[in-house]
T-cell receptor, first 109, second 115 residues
Framework: RKEVEQDPGPFNVPEGATVAFNCTYSNSASQSFFWYRQDCRKEPKLLMSVYSSGNEDGRFTAQLNRASQYISLLIRDSKLSDSATYLCVVNNQGGKLIFGQGTELSVKP | EPEVTQTPSHQVTQMGQEVILRCVPISNHLYFYWYRQILGQKVEFLVSFYNNEISEKSEIFDDQFSVERPDGSNFTLKIRSTKLEDSAMYFC?????????????FGPGTRLTVT
């Protein structure tokens, strides 16, 4: 089983749509959880950390379910500029981040 | 806004040559990392560095790789004898101690091409 597994993409959605990304992780001892976005051939950029209570940042909402080892990201009212690859990232211990393969999002006019 | 910087942006080298990739982490950060991403694949952890020593390294980080913090600002990754399969984007990252310790901020990367 992969350490971090994400929905295969790509997701093609119209502007204004709501889109949800799902992610599962295999290590129940995982400690920290993040969503990064990566534009083509660029560095991963931290979108948000994910907390057990769930957290929201503008149009973005992240949820964590430790019992199911499941993380989600919801994007509301999607914009053209949201087009990117979304990376689910887990930290088990120490500083080592474990990345998922990423889910590509394409927002069309 | 402070950011991680990396040089060069693109490095082309011949197989068997040594390369040094350079990074300047965010100034108040104390943990430093190298990751790599082969084209079309996921980002992979190479090594973490804290207090002038390696904290953790992956299986990829073999004897051909080394890291160093030669002065108060730079953090380098050296590959002693490059192989074709070392061709990848190499990202440096840093994080601050305290708060959400493992929120890591990435530099723009160095594209390494080994011919």
């Amino acid at each position: 089983r992969k350490e971090v597994e994400q929905d295969p993409g790509p997701f093609n959605v119209p502007e204004g749509a709501t889109v949800a990304f799902n992610c599962t992780y295999s290590n129940s001892a995982s400690q920290s959880f993040f969503w990064y976005r990566q534009d083509c051939r660029k560095e991963p950029k931290l979108l948000m950390s994910v907390y057990s209570s769930g957290n929201e940042d503008g149009r973005f909402t992240a949820q964590l379910n430790r019992a199911s080892q499941y993380i989600s990201l919801l994007i509301r009212d999607s914009k053209l500029s949201d087009s990117a690859t979304y990376l689910c990232v887990v930290n088990n211990q120490g500083g080592k981040l474990i990345f998922g393969q990423g889910t590509e999002l394409s927002v069309k006019p | 806004e402070p950011e991680v910087t990396q040089t060069p942006s693109h490095q082309v080298t011949q197989m068997g040559q040594e390369v040094i990739l350079r990074c300047v982490p965010i100034s108040n950060h104390l943990y430093f990392y190298w990751y790599r991403q082969i084209l079309g694949q996921k980002v992979e952890f190479l090594v973490s560095f804290y207090n002038n020593e390696i904290s953790e390294k992956s299986e990829i980080f073999d004897d051909q790789f080394s890291v160093e913090r030669p002065d108060g600002s730079n953090f380098t990754l050296k590959i002693r004898s490059t192989k074709l399969e070392d061709s990848a984007m190499y990202f440096c990252a840093s994080s601050v101690v305290g708060g959400v310790v493992y929120e890591q901020y990435f530099g723009p990367g160095t594209r390494l091409t080994v011919t």
